[in-house]
């Protein structure tokens, strides 16, 4: 079971008890004993009090192992946090067909966050911003000085950018802080630089300081994969022409594109979660960007090389943090980072794009092939079975009559439950 080289390829993995599927991670990521305990724990009372307010208990979703990764010539498995069915096989696939040629290939932009000051009442637009910009170096001093960890990592506030908006209420300016924030998500960071400079601003401008907080729409913190998918392992040339028509759509039409996208933010999210990253954040920034050019559009891009392969790439905003937030907090976020080695925010970030584009190649795969229900039906037909009142060894049994009769439906279900209870 174990392999000799530390390769993210299992064959049948799905088929493992979990047992087995645990000591296959064990040994990949180095776990001790306590690491494969803890997939048994939940999170403790205390700590979850600790991260929100008026906490009661807590909440279980399945943590499951996509395979078969390969990134930039290094083997992954990845942990992902998900309630919905066949997303973690359809990564598994897509990344087994990406690795024919290569795997996945990443880049990412220095880790720059965006912090936003609203300024209001002022009269000269235009002598205020240019007053700012006079006032930079001054403005980074006061923003650095609020977070002397991250200057020592090399991060802190770079630069000042001033934008003079349009609004119902009148001109205002905008001014942008840019910070790097190294290996933090970054949030926390920057909201308590924008805070700093608040005061600093309103002296210097003469006008009133209203928000002050980070954008979540990170376009200075960008991550690019890209990967080749090879045609005879996708069914031919036929099957790469198929594949593209269907992705047209979601290049073209918003409608489309949402749900094109929503199948990338699958991926995306259950390794957000699984690595105790802020899913909202990820999310937000994702649609924005979907939308910078005034119509919302494909996160993705594919077309068909020289040789008839399938490239695909994807571009997103990544405000990912291996310190910081719920990442230090959240014991299993931990256990996760460990399992995928990744000791970077860069590195994470790179992951994390590579999931998304290859969630979405599996789902845009399944779409132009045999369509996206035939994958969910067999854990689907589970979930009917179990609401149809199975239980135990009835609940396989059940699942399998649905699937092979084509009706994966609750009345269905309760009928043929009646008979095989008969039969027994
Ligand atoms: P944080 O403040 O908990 O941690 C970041 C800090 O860790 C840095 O400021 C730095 O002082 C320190 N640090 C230590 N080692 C570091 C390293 N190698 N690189 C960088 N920093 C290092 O967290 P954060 O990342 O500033 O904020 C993230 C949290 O903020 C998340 O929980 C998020 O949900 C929340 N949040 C998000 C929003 C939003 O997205 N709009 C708004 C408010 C809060």
Same mark, same amino acid.
Not at 34 to 41: I, R
Not at 249 to 267: C, E, F, V, W
């Given at each position: ?204 401008? *003469? !006008? ?8 979540? +729409?990170?376009? @200075?913190? %960008?991550?690019?994969? /890209? &990967? ?95 310190? *910081? !937030? ?8 931990? +256990?996760?980072? @460990?399992? %995928?080695?990744?000791? /970077? &925010? ?79």
């Amino acid at each position: 079971m174990c392999p000799s080289k530390k390769t993210s390829v299992v064959s049948g993995f799905y088929k493992l008890p979990i047992e087995k599927r645990r000591e296959f991670v064990a040994q990949f990521a180095n776990l001790n004993e306590d690491d494969v305990k803890s997939f048994s724990s939940c999170l403790d009372l205390a700590t979850a009090d600790r991260m929100i307010e008026n906490v009661l208990g807590t909440f279980e979703v399945p943590l499951g192992l996509a395979v078969n990764f390969l990134i930039n010539n290094k083997d992954y498995i990845i942990p992902m946090a998900t309630e919905e069915s066949s997303v973690v096989a359809a990564a598994s696939n897509a990344a087994k067909i990406a690795r024919v040629k290569g795997g996945f290939s990443t880049t990412c932009s220095e880790p720059l966050m965006i912090g936003q000051l609203q300024l209001l009442h002022i009269k000269d637009v235009a002598a205020a911003a240019q007053k700012i910009m006079q006032h930079k170096k001054q403005l980074l001093t006061v923003a650095n000085a609020q977070d002397k960890i991250l200057v020592d990592f090399g991060g802190g506030a770079k630069d000042i950018e001033v934008r003079i908006l349009e609004s119902p209420l009148g001109h205002m300016i905008v001014t942008h802080l840019i910070v790097d924030v190294r290996d933090a998500m970054g949030a926390n960071a920057v909201n308590t630089m924008c805070e700093a400079l608040a005061p600093v601003l309103e002296e210097i401008t *003469g !006008g009133i300081v209203r928000l002050k907080i980070l954008s979540n +729409l990170a376009d @200075k913190r %960008l991550v690019k994969a /890209t &990967a080749i998918f090879d045609k005879e392992k996708m069914g031919g040339d036929q099957v790469v022409d198929a594949f593209l028509e269907s992705y047209v759509l979601a290049s073209i039409d918003p409608y489309r594109a949402a749900t094109h996208n929503k199948g990338i933010m699958n991926g995306i999210d259950a390794l957000i979660i699984a690595t105790g990253n802020d899913f909202r954040a990820i999310e937000a920034g994702a649609h924005a960007y979907a939308a910078r050019n005034g119509q919302y559009t494909s996160l993705t891009q594919y077309h068909k090389n020289k040789d008839g392969d399938l490239v695909g790439k994807i571009e997103l905003p990544m405000a990912v943090g291996v310190v *910081g !937030g719920a990442a230090n907090m959240h014991p299993k976020a931990k +256990l996760c980072r @460990k399992i %995928l080695g990744v000791k /970077t &925010a860069r590195e994470l970030a790179e992951v994390v794009a590579s999931l998304g584009l290859a969630q979405n190649f599996a789902a845009l795969f399944a779409l132009s092939t045999v369509g996206i229900q035939k994958g969910h039906m067999s854990l689907h037909a589970k979930n009917i079975a179990v609401m149809a009142g199975a239980q135990g060894d009835e609940i396989e049994k059940l699942a399998d009559f649905l699937v092979h009769d084509g009706k994966v439906k609750l009345d269905y279900a309760k009928e043929l439950l009646e008979k095989i209870r008969k039969k027994s």
